[in-house]
């Protein structure tokens, strides 16, 4: 490997010094660190072998004066499962993990009066690059708007498409449940349970109009007994199994809105002394861990939450993140979600 040169003295190099061995001019320098579009390759090469070869490193105070931006991406959310905030992050530290870029995360409160407030006064102090929104307070129109009033860029995650293809990246949560549920009605169930997320969470609201599409291309129509209410937690899951399976006539299969909740309507049935799936076929929705640590195996639909985090991290700041990051319009935003079929679907018995 090659010696660094330095800079003059033996002191740390500078811009200044990049400048004068490329031959070009300091504001030149300057779009070549911030990945300006509006410079030919024989320049950009000379001066990234300049600083190559002095060994300078960009000031990130400076770049971010420049900006008038930190050199931060946000993620907003308002989420009761971890895990999907968790997955989400880790896709977007795996589209970043080259750049200059850092991942701020803020939970904030959907259901307070200053949600609006609480989150202008933080972008305005924060001066992001941009901003991601997690379901649900990506149906938010006015925190979109907020984002544009401070000229901050957006992408809002969704079950559905929200904005344009510049500003969303969703998923087809409708589609894929009409495809789990009738699966089961395909196997013979016909008395199908189904666990709610919850309200207000477009997520919910699609996945119970997926499971309505399913039961009503089969001619099917079920009592309201059969429809529990649910919040993505554990607990909740519990509820619902224990009140569908007290049921004079219980249901043969629940669909259920998570993973979670799921493995709560699970833990019931073994309760009751049912054999999942002979006695009761269960079908959750994520794929999260929880799916293949309990027994049986889980069969869900697998949410590409990790994959729709890089997706939006690429599509807020795919001009930072250099020459090999894939451009954001060549990507389709819905990403489709997938039915994984493990042990606990089986036809009912008899």
Request: glycine letters at 8%; one cysteine or more; hydrophobic letters at 40%.
């Amino acid at each position: 490997m090659a010696a660094r040169a330095g800079g003059q003295g033996g002191k740390q190099p500078t811009i200044n010094d990049v400048a004068a061995m490329a031959g070009v001019s300091k504001k030149t320098v300057s779009r070549v660190i911030n990945r300006s579009e509006f410079i030919s390759d024989k320049t950009r090469k000379s001066v990234q072998q300049a600083i190559e070869t002095l060994g300078f490193v960009p000031n990130p105070q400076a770049r971010a004066l420049a900006f008038r931006r930190n050199f931060l991406i946000a993620l907003l959310h308002d989420n009761p499962n971890a895990q999907t905030v968790l997955n989400f992050q880790q896709g977007v530290l795996d589209a970043i993990k080259d750049s200059d870029l850092a991942l701020l995360v803020r939970p904030v409160d959907r259901g307070s009066d200053k949600l609006l407030d609480d989150v202008r006064l933080f972008l305005e102090k924060q001066r992001p690059i941009g901003a991601m929104l997690l379901p649900p307070i990506s149906e938010n129109d006015d925190l979109a708007k907020i984002c544009e009033d401070l000229g901050v860029r957006y992408v809002r995650v969704g079950s559905a498409p929200l904005d344009d293809a510049r500003h969303c990246v969703s998923s087809n949560d409708r589609e894929v449940v009409a495809e789990a549920v009738g699966k089961l009605i395909a196997l013979g169930h016909r008395r199908i349970g189904f666990v709610r997320g919850p309200a207000g969470f477009r997520s919910a609201a699609e996945r119970e109009e997926g499971f309505r599409a399913a039961l009503a291309a089969a001619g099917l129509s079920l009592p309201d007994e059969l429809y529990a209410p649910g919040n993505y937690r554990y607990t909740a899951g519990v509820e619902a199994g224990e009140a569908m399976l007290s049921l004079e006539e219980p249901p043969t299969a629940v669909f259920v809105s998570n993973d979670e909740m799921a493995a709560g309507v699970m833990s019931v049935a073994h309760g009751k002394g049912l054999s999942v799936p002979a006695d009761l076929s269960i079908i959750g929705f994520d794929d999260s861990p929880t799916a293949t640590h309990i027994w049986p195996a889980l069969s869900t639909v697998r949410w590409p939450i990790r994959e729709m985090g890089s997706r939006a991290a690429r599509t807020l700041v795919a001009d930072f993140l250099g020459s090999g990051a894939k451009a954001a319009d060549d990507e389709n935003p819905v990403m489709p979600s997938t039915f994984i079929e493990r042990q606990s679907v089986a036809p009912p018995r008899g």
